[in-house]
């Protein structure tokens, strides 16, 4: 068999998400023209976040521009998924929104589709990593539970 089905490779988690915190945050400025008169002015930065890092920003005139433009900016921002993302994702714990290191690697014994279907003949073998926290995945799901993960010899995890 060829390395590259002996590879393990990462599965992300069906709850997965490209940002775990949007911020909406007025801003001011104070504008100095000695056309037009010097005059404070607000605007309003988007700050998307990943894992406590800042992947993408918008600027708004105001607030209900931001909240108007949000879904629109949500979804372009992640077409494709930021390199800063997949970068970010690969050194901290797969659990959304957790910003530490992982401490723990699993195999996935099964995996499935999104209906629930188990996916037979893989011929590719997925692993997730988990820092101490976050290691017990508990037994509520069929591919993201305790008794579908094989713990991984640290050499292995990497």
């Known amino acids: 068999m060829s390395e590259f089905y002996s590879k393990l490779y990462d599965r992300r988690l069906r709850d997965w998400e490209a940002f775990d915190r949007i911020t909406l945050e007025l801003v001011p400025r104070y504008k100095e ?3 037009s008169g010097d005059e404070w002015r607000t605007s309003v930065s988007v700050t998307y976040w990943f894992k406590g890092h ?3 920003e918008e600027r708004y005139t105001d607030m209900q521009a931001a909240i108007m433009c949000l879904g629109k900016d949500w979804l372009r921002a992640q077409e494709p ?7 970010l994702e690969k050194q901290y714990c797969d659990q959304p929104s957790c910003c530490e290191a992982p401490t723990q690697h699993f195999r996935l014994k099964k995996v499935f589709s999104l209906q629930g279907e188990e996916l037979s003949g893989e011929l590719l073998k997925y692993k997730r990593k988990f820092c101490q926290r976050h290691s017990r995945r508990g037994d509520c799901s ?6 579908n993960m094989e713990l991984l010899a640290p050499e292995e995890g990497v």
């Open 54 to 56: 800042v992947v993408h």
């Open 81 to 87: 998924i930021p390199d800063e993302v997949i970068e």
């Open 33 to 35: 023209s000695e056309l």
């Open 142 to 147: 069929r591919e993201d539970s305790d008794s």
